[in-house]
């Protein structure tokens, strides 16, 4: 028997949270981004109007207006894309109980064993998923339906917005593979320009390509993308419940202007490390290693990493472990243009053994004083926002730099 396999991307996801709270704009582009004052903000996300004018998620706000000067910004809220992210989670939760999330805005469900209980048709299954989405959450959702976790990705790609597009063993030829080979998934411009050197430039054409020679070419890799291609890959959904937790939590800011003076640099740092303590906290790990890199106005970048005296997911003890890690790389008057934080070797929170200090008295009961303090303000973040309280030395207002983790991963 095939595998039933639902990919749901919602659309425009940013935009169409702000536009719950902003029905008058709902007629007008609009798009959201980290600073919408500053002419050098990121784009994050935006609706289909503006989509309309060729605005593209990545890009300054400045070529942004420059294609569509009445363009709406919106600030972006990541909290309340969180909280939205769980309620359409939950509710493909109430169709299977195998939900892999692959990003905040998008899911894979595997119905085979549910397909059943609900009529048994899947695209008709699909759109009821859409229509729930749509019904209780004022958001829609494309859906790809397929025999595997890839082609239904593709599935969700092919019709937007709130479409659902089934891909099946007999039409998957017809629909895909005259497609370029750069809407394969995990197919980027280096392995374009690769495949163009030898003639490829469809999905088509990668999937008729010899298999052994594309291993030759592109490694272990080039074996990967011709089963995507060919319809041979069946990796399983697996349920966040299952997935193995993040090797390493990070966070990054590129400023608006550079930083001079340990001062502007602490605070920076403290931000930083209260998103990255947050974060741990969240997965229930304690980092036993800091990592800091510096970038400068030259885009030349160091790194530096040091051993901490304890397991810790207090922000405190990043700040500290990275500042001094800065002290000793770093000249206090030369600027910097981006800093990131990375909490490495994590180990689970009830598995953080420590080595005691006989001759620190009182550092244990300290840190705990501490944990709780700052499991104290996760807890009013999660109910009343991300804005609602912080450490008086990380007050660094979102939209004053461009977030490196709205571009890149934060969590490996």
Same mark, same amino acid.
């Not at 005259?178 to 197919?187: E, H």
């Given at each position: 028997m095939d595998r039933v396999i639902l990919h749901c991307d919602l659309n425009c996801f940013y935009a169409s949270v702000e536009l719950l709270d902003h029905p008058e704009l709902?007629?007008?582009?609009?798009?959201? &981004?980290?600073?919408?004052?500053?002419?050098?903000?990121?784009?994050?996300?935006?609706?289909?109007?503006?989509?309309?004018?060729?605005?593209?998620?990545?890009?300054?706000?400045?070529?942004?207006?420059?294609? &569509?000067?009445?363009?709406?910004l919106l600030p972006a809220h990541h909290w309340k894309y969180k909280a939205y992210s769980q309620k359409v989670n939950a509710i493909y939760e109430r169709y299977t109980d195998l939900v892999e999330p692959f990003s905040i805005d998008e899911s894979w469900l595997d119905v085979t064993g549910t397909l059943h209980l609900f009529g048994g048709d899947e695209k008709a299954l699909a759109d009821q998923i859409r229509r729930v989405v749509r019904e209780e959450l004022g958001l829609t959702?494309?859906?790809?339906?397929?025999?595997?976790?890839?082609?239904?990705?593709?599935?969700?790609d092919y019709k937007k917005p709130d479409a659902t597009t089934v891909i099946t063993l007999d039409n998957?030829?017809?629909?895909?593979?005259?497609?370029?080979?750069?809407?394969?998934?995990?197919?980027?411009?280096?392995?374009?320009?690769?495949?163009?050197?030898?003639?490829?430039?469809?999905?088509?054409?990668?999937?008729?390509?010899?298999?052994?020679?594309?291993?030759?070419?592109?490694?272990?890799?080039?074996?990967t993308l011709h089963d995507y291609a060919t319809g041979?890959?069946?990796?399983?959904?697996?349920?966040?419940?299952?997935?193995?937790?993040?090797k390493s939590v990070g966070n990054g800011l590129t400023f608006p202007r550079n930083l001079v003076g340990w001062e502007e640099l602490h605070t920076a740092l403290s931000e930083l490390a209260n998103e990255v303590a947050v974060r741990l906290r969240k997965h229930g790990l304690k980092c036993t290693t800091v990592q800091i890199t510096v970038r400068d106005p030259a885009f030349q970048d160091i790194c530096r990493q040091k051993k901490l005296a304890a397991p810790t997911y207090v922000s405190r003890d990043l700040t500290e472990g990275a500042m001094e890690l800065l002290r000793g790389c770093w000249g206090e008057h030369k600027p910097v243009r981006a800093l990131t934080i990375t909490a490495q070797n994590l180990v689970e929170e009830g598995e953080a053994g420590e080595q005691l200090d006989l001759f620190a008295t009182g550092a244990i009961p300290h840190r705990d004083k501490l944990e709780k303090l700052e499991k104290a303000m996760d807890a009013i973040r999660d109910r009343y926002g991300r804005k609602a309280i912080s450490i008086a030395s990380a007050v660094y207002s979102e939209g004053e730099g461009t977030r490196e983790d709205q571009r890149l991963p934060s969590i490996k």
């Open positions: 709902k007629d007008k582009p609009v798009a959201v &981004c980290g600073d919408p004052e500053s002419r050098h903000g990121i784009i994050l996300a935006k609706n289909e109007r503006a989509k309309g004018y060729r605005v593209q998620t990545a890009e300054t706000v400045w070529q942004a207006r420059r294609k &569509c000067p009445d363009l709406v959702v494309s859906v790809g339906v397929s025999f595997n976790k890839v082609f239904a990705k593709m599935g969700s998957f030829q017809d629909l895909l593979w005259p497609l370029p080979v750069t809407d394969l998934l995990f197919v980027g411009r280096a392995a374009a320009r690769v495949l163009a050197g030898y003639g490829v430039h469809t999905i088509g054409e990668l999937a008729r390509f010899d298999r052994e020679s594309l291993g030759q070419i592109l490694g272990k890799g080039g074996f041979k890959e069946h990796a399983p959904v697996i349920p966040a419940r299952e997935m193995p937790g993040p």
